[in-house]
C-alpha cells in the first residue's frame, strides 16, 4: 500500500448475477488507473476499492462502475470511506 492509499465501499444497486455483473465491474476496477484492490461482493451489492487517492476519488470510481454495460445498468448508491 502507497502513503495515498485510500479504501472505500461502495453499494451497487442493479447486478443481477455474481459471475457476469459482480466479476465484471471488478475486473474493470481492478484493471483502473490507480487502483490497487477491487472486490465486489454480490451478495453484499458491495464493492470495496483500496485506491491511490492522488490518481482516483469516489467520483471517478462511481463513474467507472456506472460505465461498465450501456452506463444504465448499475447505480452506485452510497458511499462510504
Known amino acids: 500500500e502507497t502513503i495515498n492509499s485510500n479504501k472505500i465501499e461502495l453499494s451497487i444497486e442493479g447486478m443481477t448475477c455474481a459471475v ?28 470495496t476499492v483500496t485506491f491511490d487517492k492522488s490518481v482516483q476519488n469516489p467520483t471517478s470510481l462511481t463513474q467507472v462502475i456506472e460505465g461498465v454495460a450501456d452506463g444504465k445498468t448499475y447505480k452506485v448508491v452510497n458511499t462510504k470511506s
Not at 20 to 42: H, P
Open 20 to 47: 457476469g455483473c459482480a466479476k465484471t465491474i471488478e475486473k474493470k476496477l481492478a484493471e483502473s488507473e490507480g487502483v490497487e484492490k477491487a472486490t465486489v461482493d454480490f451478495d453484499k451489492k458491495l464493492a
